[in-house]
């Protein structure tokens, strides 16, 4: 089976897990919450660090956890990415890599090789910790994670004891781990831009509870249950840069309901990417809105309205293609266009975020 269930529930005085989640066997799974909602415990479970009472765990068709049976740690394989990468001082990067791996059969070499070459670190192996950025520490520890050819990889906020700058030079290492490897990521992060960067799948934990579970795309279009992945309401679009216009420095990003244009980033024409929209930047029209100073108009259909948080707010999802994208409207606005389901009109995008 090509997937991830864990089922897990654990009473402590100040706090209770329960969860019961099954995620898809591969890509990146992010799992948000706020501070406290038991992100790490749940990674600490699936470790076996933590051991949650009848709980089951199964990784891709293997039980590591059930009621008869229960895996500990040093024979679960799984890599472990904390914050900041414990590396021992006195081995050089190749002995904290090296470090763990008992005889490195052959299968493991490639692995070794393929984990320094992933994270960019080969002019790196000689060094000693000390002698390494903050940065540059961090790729050994997602290194020296992948070299035991896990079955899962599991990272606690990879990227959060690192500056902006750090940040953004690991994050295509992260992106072509995704891309190459085989092997599920379980994410958590509190950063909209990493989740919306690098996760194909979200689950949310409030206070012990799976609060959501499912596709990004479609868990951030729900309108049942709005989930703010930072300041705002919005969704990720998959799209490809389709054209450059040079003159102005603006990019277009095609995908499947029509093409956006945003800043040019300076990535090439076919280039994947992700954008991301928020509803307060969405806005709809029964006209064609004609000249404005909004060039990203597009034809879509409402498929559903929801309340907002404000009384006189409304959150309107509609259909463009294949994508979603969800308009935050005042209620009065809703009412003068008189919005109701299977109703098409114009969709104006004011700005659109790209993931790169
Ligand atoms: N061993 C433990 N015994 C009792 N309570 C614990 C233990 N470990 C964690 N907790 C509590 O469980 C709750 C969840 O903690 P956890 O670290 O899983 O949250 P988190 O979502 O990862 O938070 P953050 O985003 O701040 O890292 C917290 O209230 C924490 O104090």
């Known amino acids: 089976m090509d997937d991830i269930t864990a089922r897990f529930k654990i009473n402590w005085p100040s706090f209770a897990l329960n969860v019961d989640i099954t995620i898809p066997g591969r890509g990146v799974t992010a799992l948000f919450g706020h501070s406290g909602s038991g992100k790490t415990t749940l990674l ?65 070499q490639v692995s070794l090789t393929q984990s320094i070459d992933l994270l960019g670190i080969s002019h790196l192996l000689d060094r000693k910790p000390d002698s390494l950025s903050g940065g540059e520490r961090q790729r050994v520890g997602i290194a020296r994670a ?53 996760a194909d799948h979200l689950v949310v934990l409030d206070d012990g509870y799976v609060l959501a579970n499912g596709s990004l795309a479609e868990t951030l279009a729900r309108l049942d249950l709005p989930i703010r992945l930072g300041e705002d309401v919005g969704v990720v679009i998959d799209a490809t840069i389709g054209a450059i216009d040079e003159q102005w ?27 991301r929209v928020l509803a307060r930047d969405v806005s709809l029209a029964e006209e064609h809105p004609g000249h404005s100073s909004i060039q990203n108009v597009l034809r879509g259909r409402i498929d559903a309205i929801a309340n907002d948080e404000h009384p006189g707010l409304a959150l309107v999802r509609v259909q463009v293609g294949d994508s979603t994208l969800v308009a935050r409207l005042t209620k009065r606005a809703a009412a003068e266009l008189n919005v109701a389901l299977g109703q098409e009109l114009w969709v104006q995008v004011k700005s659109v975020a790209l993931m790169e």
């Open 249 to 275: 420095h603006l990019a277009r990003v095609d995908f499947s309901g029509g093409s956006l244009w945003t800043r040019d980033r300076g990535l090439p024409i076919g280039r994947r990417v992700r954008v």
């Open 44 to 108: 600490r479970c699936i470790a076996g660090l933590e051991r949650a009472p009848q709980g089951f765990l199964s990784v891709n068709g293997e039980v590591w956890q059930d009621d008869n049976h229960w895996m500990p740690t040093h024979k679960r394989p799984l890599g472990y990415v904390f914050q900041e990468a414990s590396l021992f001082s006195h081995l050089t990067v190749m002995g904290n890599l090296r470090y763990g791996l008992k005889r490195i059969s052959d299968a493991q």
């Open 146 to 198: 992948l070299a035991v050819s896990p079955r899962i990889l599991l990272m606690d906020e990879p990227l959060a004891a690192l500056d902006l700058k750090r940040k953004q030079e690991i994050l295509p290492y992260l992106e072509q781990l995704h891309d190459e490897l085989n092997i599920p990521v379980l994410y958590v992060s509190h950063s909209p831009d990493e989740v919306a960067r690098l």
